[in-house]
């Protein structure tokens, strides 16, 4: 059984900071990869950062590179999202992913994931 328990979404203004939390229950010894998507109303579900679990490489979207930083607590088998100087179009529902069977990098796709967390709301006002 595998689950993920993401927590840290909320309110925040432009220009301010929150920190995502995705904690991996379950098979984590045999994860590849971890990935964040973000999916705005009425829009598709979106690629935003993804680390692979083995050797901790990140890859991520234009949009947010250079502000978001994701990580991993090895000790914790958690995966972070830290989101700096947020933009109102950052507003979304965030849900991490786990990928069990990749070989290819990065892994960008949503179709690669198999096990998704229930997502957590992120809005930011202007």
């Known amino acids: 059984q595998v689950q993920l328990v993401e927590s840290g979404g909320g309110l925040v203004q432009a220009g301010g900071s929150l920190r995502l939390s995705c904690a991996v229950l379950?098979?984590?010894?045999?994860?590849?990869?971890v990935g964040w998507f973000r999916q705005a109303p009425g829009k598709e579900r979106e690629f935003v950062a993804t680390?692979?679990?083995?050797?901790?490489?990140?890859y991520y979207a234009d949009s947010v590179k250079g502000r978001f930083t994701i990580s991993k607590d090895n000790a914790k088998t958690t995966v972070y999202l830290q989101m700096n100087s947020l933009k109102p179009e950052d507003t979304a529902v965030y849900y991490c992913?786990?990928?069990?069977?990749?070989?290819?990098?990065?892994?960008?796709?949503?179709?690669?994931?198999?096990?998704w967390g229930q997502g957590t709301q992120v809005t930011v006002s202007s």
């Open positions: 992913a786990v990928d069990f069977y990749g070989s290819s990098w990065p892994r960008r796709n949503r179709y690669e994931y198999g096990y």
């Open positions: 379950g098979r984590s010894a045999s994860t590849y990869a």
């Open positions: 680390l692979s679990w083995s050797d901790g490489r990140t």
